[in-house]
T-cell receptor, first 115, second 115 residues
Framework: AQSVTQPDIHITVSEGASLELRCNYS??????LFWYVQSPGQGLQLLLK??????LVQGIKGFEAEFKRSQSSFNLRKPSVHWSDAAEYFC?????????????FGAGTTVTVRA | DADVTQTPRNRITKTGKRIMLECSQTKGHDRMYWYRQDPGLGLRLIYY???????NKGEISDGYSVSRQAQAKFSLSLESAIPNQTALYFC??????????????FGPGTRLLVL
């Protein structure tokens, strides 16, 4: 079965420092991969997605992610973190079946930004 | 105005009560989803609807039912609430012809406490 693992439950980073969030997936075919962010009290917002092609994907808010098939990973990065990046981040993979719209979400990584 | 709205935003109820969570969207999307978020578990799909006439169970549909009253409205009901249904509930929508490539747009969530 398809699954997504986010190994880090919580990460604390200083403002201005770089950030990397890990995502590993288990999938039988070429996956579609997504990163969503959930700011406090808000719903989820799409940061970026990967379907095919260039394995380095640029997203909104200065985030990027790199697809590495050999490592079954899709890690999210940001070179310099801002206080407003404090949020919970979810990696997701799909589809879960043919002609399917469903995604499987990881458990999330909470990011705390310290001044 | 928000594209995806959920009512109520917060709800406290007692074991055995029937409650309904409502979701409305102005994005004109055909597909709508209900997720449940629990700490450490990420988002899990409860039900999804491809269009008004097509409703499907997700991975954790037991104890829940849904109604797609119109393209823009998708309601989630707990027929007889129990404490382990205490969670944060999200509605999401997607549209276009991209299948799982479609971006899902999330509402702000409903926080439910079952006593």
């Amino acid at each position: 079965a398809q699954s997504v693992t986010q190994p880090d439950i919580h990460i604390t980073v200083s403002e201005g420092a770089s950030l990397e969030l890990r995502c590993n997936y288990s999938y039988g075919a070429t996956p579609y991969l997504f990163w969503y962010v959930q700011s406090p009290g808000q719903g989820l917002q799409l940061l970026l997605k990967y379907f095919s092609g260039d394995t380095l994907v640029q997203g909104i808010k200065g985030f990027e992610a790199e697809f590495k098939r050999s490592q079954s990973s899709f890690n999210l990065r940001k070179p310099s973190v801002h206080w407003s990046d404090a949020a919970e981040y979810f990696c997701a993979v799909g589809p879960l079946g043919a002609n399917d719209y469903k995604l499987s979400f990881g458990a999330g990584t909470t990011v705390t930004v310290r001044a | 105005d928000a594209d995806v709205t959920q009512t109520p935003r917060n709800r406290i109820t007692k074991t055995g009560k029937r409650i309904m969570l409502e979701c409305s969207q102005t994005k004109g999307h055909d597909r709508m989803y209900w997720y449940r978020q629990d700490p450490g578990l990420g988002l899990r799909l409860i039900y999804y609807s491809f269009d008004v006439k097509d409703i499907n169970k997700g991975e954790i549909s037991d104890g829940y039912s849904v109604s797609r009253q119109a393209q823009a409205k998708f309601s989630l009901s707990l027929e007889s609430a129990i404490p382990n249904q205490t969670a944060l509930y999200f509605c999401a929508t997607s549209g276009g012809s991209g299948g799982v490539r479609e971006t899902q747009y999330f509402g702000p969530g409903t926080r439910l406490l079952v006593l």
